[in-house]
């Protein structure tokens, strides 16, 4: 398996934020559609529960490979992704020490797959940080 160097990865996401930091909102919801359109092609079929749960950690951890370790765990009205050794983090650290705003396109990733994979609604309920950069737990509500 081919690795990406985590500093240029880091500096080059800090570059595209910057670059486009006045229309962050719209580039977030853009990657995030792109990346659920592409989990939806990989999947072929929708998915539910415990087969959607695995399919989507499948993709994030493999496809995207944006991180170490992933793990999605839900059922009935909630889901949560719980991300460790995030790639993304690094850079949005240095933006933040900057004062700049930091760009997470893993939320609406999520957002956009559960309903394009799913057909369920979602909606972000919160996102956990346990102070360590990388760890994370994103956590929806499903309608």
Known sequence: MELMDREFFKK????????NSKDLEKLKSKIGSEWAEEFRSRTGAKLEGEEFNKSMEDYLE?????????????????????VKGCHICHGNELLKAEGEP????????G??????????????EEVRKPGVVGECEICYRLD
């Open 12 to 19: 080059y996401h800090r570059a595209v934020v910057k670059a």
């Open 102 to 109: 930091a760009l997470c396109p893993i939320v609406p990733t």
């Open 62 to 82: 493999n496809g995207l490979r944006f991180c170490d370790k992933v793990k999605v765990e839900g059922e009935g009205d909630s889901l949560s992704v719980e």
């Open 111 to 124: 957002l956009f797959s559960i309903y394009r994979v799913s057909g369920r609604k979602a909606t972000l």
